[in-house]
């Protein structure tokens, strides 16, 4: 039996709002649904019942009220809400609980020192000033409003603004180089650019404001850039081919604006946001303000249990849509921290410093930052005040069975376990957690409701027990509308549906138990495949990277690539004062022994660091396609990239083999 490290507390979970909502369909739709499976099954059966059920219980505002919940089931193209209007900006800032004009909507820490905090009468009046500012500009419904911005209060009332005007909004961190920005943002031609003038990392400043005049320069469709003061006050560009607006004469400009909200249909775009573009150009993902409002209230509310007098907290940048769900906080009500700089300066204690002192009750991070605090054995409960926390979310990658433990062991067993996984494509989790449901190790508590996954056998049947390919069987409303600059949805069609017609294909291995638990296990299409025997990457990382002499590795199975059977490398990132061959022998008896002796590796190999997208992914395909010897500049994007030096060992490797 796999063991419980948390169970949710009968007299909490009755307090949930998961359990006002089955309360809710108890009464108002005649339903009994006494716990999470059965409330799972019915959602994911009864899409119209379930999802207008969710409308209805946590108030969603319709302008024009829909004719009916879904219209048409088909993947792609389901018809979600025809006919409602309405407006993603007005579910954040409308009154309501949590949401009197003294009460708090975000605190805002950078890392070196700079705070501020803004009530939700505050912000309401800035993303007011600011709405008023870019209609000034031009800026209308349908116009894209694009931000080379950090993760800080200007950036999302930046956005905010945008979606109020029913405009387009798309964002990058600053830290992105000058091409990939341009490879996102000129695709989509945007009216105007909202840029800081530089930012803070790891103790240095950065100042780029050569790169925001790159842009400006190559992307043609600019109306206008705002510019805010971010790293030094007075900040200058140059002429250029349009007007620069100073971010603080937006917000003076329109004292008195009132806020107002335009209604826009259900599925018009709210943002774009991008795959990693690591082998062309990144492709613009659409998603709808409806979509958006229903799934991201529906996890955050229920999922989540996140509401008034919450604090909720997530580390990200704006280049990754965690930045969108952490900002849809405001949807519920709760107090959003926002933090911008590194969480390993001046140490790794600085985020877990952060939710002491601002008494952060939901604490969101990624995986490898767990298992970096695991492996310098941090003490997180002893060092700092944590009673205020009651959960902490890991995404971004598994979250290894040694990180489960550490969490519950160095952290608090009373903090619930929130392992998700799911996508930039649908901009949620479609497996997580939930109040009501216990957290195993290991393991992700149950499938989110309205998610119908399933794993796929290699016949396309639904398996339990068994790893499988992670497949979505029935729509969901934050799905992307379409693809940008895809007028005839093919390309939207060939990244999900090619392998499964009318199935949502998410190219992931999953196993489900059967009590709805389920564990991730990597990429389907980096899988070790080795004498038969298949093997999701992240079962081999965490054997390797339990070692503390492992910083970080990467294992890429060449079978099929440069012969029949291949090779299984083991690329490896020592730490310091650590050789090969001390540690060596030791890896390749545990692999043996807790994988399988096809899973040891041909070759150990070390390297200075491990290629990874902008967003932090392991560059797992675009290393193999180069060890078979595909042509560098085809096999990834070096702007993709957020280390591309990292390449060179690879590409040396390989090098004999490439004509001249």
Same mark, same amino acid.
């Given at each position: 039996?796999?063991?419980?490290?948390?169970?949710?507390?009968?007299?909490?979970?009755?307090?949930?709002?998961?359990?006002?909502?089955?309360?809710?369909?108890?009464?108002?739709?005649?339903?009994?649904?006494?716990d999470y499976a059965a409330l799972w099954e019915w959602s994911t059966t009864d899409l119209e019942g379930f999802w207008g059920a969710v409308a209805e219980f946590l108030e969603v505002r319709f302008h024009t009220a829909p004719t009916r919940v879904l219209a048409t089931e088909t993947m792609p193209g389901a018809a979600w809400f025809?006919?409602?209007?309405?407006?993603?900006?007005?579910?954040?800032?409308?009154?309501?609980?949590? =949401?009197?004009?003294?009460?708090?909507?975000?605190?805002?820490? @950078?890392?070196?020192?700079?705070?501020?905090?803004?009530?939700?009468?505050?912000?309401?009046?800035?993303?007011?000033?600011?709405?008023?500012?870019?209609?000034?500009?031009?800026?209308?419904?349908g116009d894209r409003v694009v931000a080379l911005a950090p993760n800080a209060p200007s950036t999302l009332v930046a956005f905010l603004a945008a979606a109020s005007l029913g405009a387009v909004w798309s964002s990058c961190s600053p830290d992105f180089g000058a091409r990939a920005i341009s490879d996102r943002f000129t695709q989509i031609e945007p009216t105007v650019l909202v840029a800081v003038d530089g930012y803070v990392y790891?103790? @240095?400043?950065?100042?780029?404001?050569?790169?925001?005049?790159?842009? @400006?320069?190559?992307?043609?469709?600019? =109306?206008?850039?705002?510019?805010?003061?971010?790293?030094?006050?007075?900040?200058?560009?140059?002429?250029?081919?349009h007007p620069v607006v100073r971010w603080a004469d937006l917000l003076t400009a329109h004292p008195d604006a009132e806020l107002e909200f335009d209604a826009v249909p259900f599925d018009h775009p709210l943002w774009v946001l991008y795959s990693s573009g690591t082998t062309g150009l990144p492709k613009g993902i659409v998603q709808g303000h409806g979509g958006i409002v229903l799934e991201h209230l529906k996890n955050l509310a229920l999922s989540c249990d996140l509401g008034p007098g919450e604090r909720f907290f997530w580390f990200t940048t704006t280049g990754w849509m965690m930045w969108n769900f952490l900002s849809s906080g405001l949807l519920v009500g709760c107090t959003i921290v926002l933090f911008d700089g590194s969480?390993?300066?001046?140490?790794?204690?600085?985020?877990?410093?952060?939710?002491?002192?601002?008494?952060?009750?939901?604490?969101?991070?990624?995986?490898?930052?767990?298992?970096?605090?695991? =492996?310098?054995?941090?003490?997180?409960?002893?060092?700092?005040?944590?009673?205020?926390l009651r959960a902490l979310g890991s995404t971004g990658a598994p979250l290894s069975p040694e990180g489960f433990r550490w969490i519950a062991d160095e952290v608090g067993s009373e903090v619930q376990i929130c392992s998700v996984s799911g996508g930039t494509d649908l901009c949620t989790a479609f497996v997580g957690s939930s109040p009501d449901v216990p957290v195993w190790l290991g393991e992700l508590s149950c499938r989110s409701l309205g998610a119908a996954v399933q794993a796929f056998d290699e016949d396309g049947r639904p398996v339990t027990g068994e790893v499988g390919e992670l497949v979505i069987t029935r729509p969901m409303p934050s799905m992307p509308v379409f693809f940008w600059n895809d007028p005839d949805g093919s390309r939207l069609r060939e990244a999900y549906f090619e392998t499964y017609p009318g199935v949502w294909r998410h190219g992931d291995w999953i196993l489900i138990t059967e009590r709805g638990s389920s564990v991730i296990y990597g990429r389907s299409d980096s899988t070790l495949n080795r004498g038969g025997v298949r093997m999701g990457t992240s079962e081999f990382y965490r054997v390797v990277e339990g070692f503390d002499e492992v910083l970080d590795s990467l294992v890429i199975d060449t079978s099929g690539a440069t012969t029949p059977d291949g090779e299984l490398l083991c690329f490896l990132v020592l730490a310091p004062e650590t050789d090969l061959s001390t540690v060596e022998s030791k890896l390749r008896g545990e692999l043996r022994g807790a994988l399988s002796p096809r899973h040891v590796p041909n070759r150990f190999i070390v390297v200075d660091e491990i290629p990874r997208t902008l967003n932090g992914k392991k560059c797992e395909v675009p290393v193999k396609k180069i060890l078979a010897g595909m042509p560098p500049e085809r096999a990834v994007s070096r702007d993709a990239l957020a280390n591309p030096e990292a390449l060179r060992p690879f590409l040396d490797l390989v090098a004999p083999k490439r004509p001249g």
């Open positions: 039996m796999t063991e419980v490290l948390w169970r949710p507390d009968p007299e909490r979970v009755n307090g949930t709002r998961m359990a006002a909502f089955r309360d809710w369909l108890r009464t108002n739709r005649d339903l009994d649904l006494p025809p006919g409602a209007t309405l407006n993603y900006a007005e579910h954040a800032l409308r009154p309501g609980p949590g =949401k009197a004009d003294d009460d708090l909507a975000l605190i805002f820490e @950078r890392e070196d020192g700079r705070s501020e905090r803004r009530t939700y009468g505050e912000l309401r009046a800035e993303v007011a000033a600011v709405r008023a500012g870019l209609r000034e500009l031009g800026v209308r419904r790891n103790g @240095r400043p950065f100042d780029i404001r050569s790169t925001v005049e790159q842009l @400006r320069s190559a992307i043609p469709s600019l =109306k206008a850039t705002v510019l805010i003061d971010y790293l030094s006050d007075g900040a200058t560009l140059s002429d250029g081919p969480p390993a300066h001046p140490d790794l204690d600085v985020l877990w410093r952060l939710a002491q002192n601002h008494r952060v009750t939901y604490f969101g991070t990624s995986a490898p930052y767990i298992q970096s605090c695991l =492996k310098q054995h941090l003490r997180p409960a002893q060092q700092f005040d944590l009673s205020a």
